[in-house]
């Protein structure tokens, strides 16, 4: 069935660097490749997502790029702050509509 | 605008008992998903429903059931609780439009099972 495979499950970072996160899916149907970003007691929440028609999206500090050839997309965070620390999740959606989330990356940030 | 909404935060069962979890979405999401997370097998996809009808299901037991009342509020119910059903329970509601959709997730609801 559909997988989505998240890596690394766990990333620390220096403050002020950049971490990169990368997801990558088996034959899938979607479209739409959104990330989440879960803190500590919360629900998970939306922070960035990307339609197969574009190759790259940025909003501030954040951005992802998808590349639907090799079946991989990447969030990518610049000039991290230590409001970023979190798990954040990569989702993909299958010919049936299903939601599928990868197994998250917990992201230190170090001071 | 009031986020989505669920109760209870906590919750203490034991084994054989069921439980009732509680979704209240944000106005004018007719859409409610529920998830089940834990630590081993991270976020899984129950089921979801959207005018009180399941519109898809996850690969779950049918000791996880749910439904949606006509004002969108949503629950969902574990029935003869396990140990490994120790989890926190997620809602997400979304706008009414099939395909991609911008889920909007409650601060769920922790059952932990003795």
């Known amino acids: 069935g559909e997988n989505v495979e998240q890596h690394p499950s766990t990333l620390s970072v220096q403050e002020g660097d950049s971490a990169v996160i990368k997801c990558t899916y088996s034959?899938?149907?979607?479209?739409?490749f959104p990330w989440y970003k879960q803190e500590l007691g919360k629900g998970p929440q939306l922070i960035i997502d990307?339609?197969?028609?574009?190759g790259e999206k940025k909003d501030q500090r954040i951005a992802v790029t998808l590349n639907k050839t090799a079946k991989h997309f990447s969030l990518h965070i610049t000039e991290t702050q230590p409001e970023d620390s979190a798990v954040y999740f990569c989702?993909?959606?299958?010919?049936?509509?299903?939601?599928?989330f990868g197994k998250g990356t917990r992201l230190h940030i170090l001071p | 605008k009031a986020g989505v909404t669920q109760t209870p935060r906590y919750l203490i069962k034991t084994r054989g008992q069921q439980v009732t979890l509680s979704c209240s979405p944000i106005?004018?999401?007719?859409?409610v998903s529920w998830y089940q997370q834990t630590p081993g097998q991270g976020l899984q996809f129950l089921f979801e429903?959207?005018?009180?009808?399941?519109?898809n299901k996850g690969n779950f037991p049918g000791r996880f059931s749910g439904r949606q009342f006509s004002n969108s509020r949503s629950e969902m119910n574990v029935s003869t609780l396990e140990l490994g059903d120790s989890a926190l329970y997620l809602c997400?509601?979304?706008?009414?439009?099939?395909?991609?959709?911008?889920?909007?997730f409650g601060a769920g609801s922790r059952l932990t099972v003795l």
């Open positions: 997400a509601s979304s706008l009414p439009s099939s395909g991609a959709n911008v889920l909007t």
């Open positions: 034959d899938s149907a979607s479209n739409y």
């Open positions: 990307i339609r197969s028609n574009v």
């Open positions: 989702v993909i959606m299958n010919r049936d509509d299903k939601i599928i």
């Open positions: 106005s004018g999401h007719r859409s």
């Open positions: 429903y959207f005018s009180e009808t399941q519109r």
